[in-house]
């Protein structure tokens, strides 16, 4: 069994697009510890623009990540009327670019629209005893309402990570989990 | 494999709450045939207030059917601040109520609102053919850019039905379905 989590639509910000967004140096507040290592739910917000339409209140995801990251859901590509490929965190070349507004100005990015591919985070010990490895595609089984299972899920090995599968929040209502959960691995 | 289709939210009216919602023997006008029978997508929509809170636009599938039943979907639950039951199409005892807000009059409904259990329709010869029986719960493995099985896909027998499985739009989002597709049927 592992635990599974479910991601709302957030963004990653680097440190020099949070500064000219909430202003040279600004450190954002943690709202809420989140899973993975030292991420955290900020109390900042902030609003979007892509394709010509806003999304006001999307959540900062910290800390300060190497490049800005928006990640969305397939909900929101059809409201946005706007293709958003499907990709793991960090692999944003070619995606499709925004604007951001904070309080204390706006940055344009050509880039770094994704909706999160499903995945699991493992430490390289567990990885070994579960015989996986880094980009191994596996299955989780969720649900008891409305039973589903998810193939390719692709696995994430690094020190540190906590043994979890992440979702979105489509896949989340797909499967009928509310909150968080546990599937059953099928590897 | 299976045709696969995808149901937005809808609201099917019984004539008595026609009658009311739009005038005395008014007939529905069709927009877009649908799959099922005689089944269309009408042009007419109307607002409902549910949980003190209102979705407009609602599309009304016609023919009017015994009772009026709403189909939202788990996206809506959380917007709403609802539990609404997943429940298979007509099974309606003991479900949420709303108040339908139509050209002509306003209707309030003590229940009838779900959302739609995944199903597969079949006729009697297919069924036999898959020696399958009204009730059975299969699994079926759909989308290629998020390959998902869904499980516990309730199968609906009825002569004329056209062998087709219907997932909502929450579920067709988790397997990136953005059109009808097919699926592989899991016996």
């Known amino acids: 069994m592992v635990p599974v989590e479910i991601s709302a639509r957030h963004i ?20 809420k510890k989140l899973s ?8 900042e917000t902030v609003d979007i623009e892509v394709n010509e339409q806003e999304i006001r209140g999307i959540r900062v995801v910290g800390p300060s990540r190497a490049e800005t990251q928006l990640e969305l859901t397939f909900a ?10 499907v990709r793991l965190s960090g692999n944003i070349a070619g995606t499709p670019g925004f604007r951001i507004i904070g309080r204390a100005g706006v940055v344009v990015k050509k880039e770094g629209l ?7 985070h493992i430490s390289p010990e567990e990885a070994e005893k ?28 690094q020190a540190g990570f906590k043994f979890t599968a992440h979702i979105d929040v489509d ?16 590897l």
Chains 1, 2 share one sequence.
């Open 171 to 186: 896949e989340a209502n797909a499967c009928g989990l509310k909150v968080c959960g546990v599937g059953r691995l099928i």
């Open 114 to 120: 994704i909706i999160a591919k499903r995945h699991l």
């Open 76 to 85: 929101d590509s059809y409201k946005l009327k706007l293709d958003i490929p």
């Open 12 to 31: 990653h910000l680097s440190q020099e697009d949070s500064d000219i967004l909430f202003g040279k140096g600004y450190q954002l507040k943690q709202l």
């Open 36 to 43: 993975q290592g030292a991420d955290f739910a900020a109390e």
């Open 130 to 157: 579960y015989a996986m490895k880094k980009g191994d595609l596996i299955s989780i089984t969720c649900g008891e309402l409305r039973k589903t299972t998810f193939h390719d899920v692709e696995v994430r090995v």
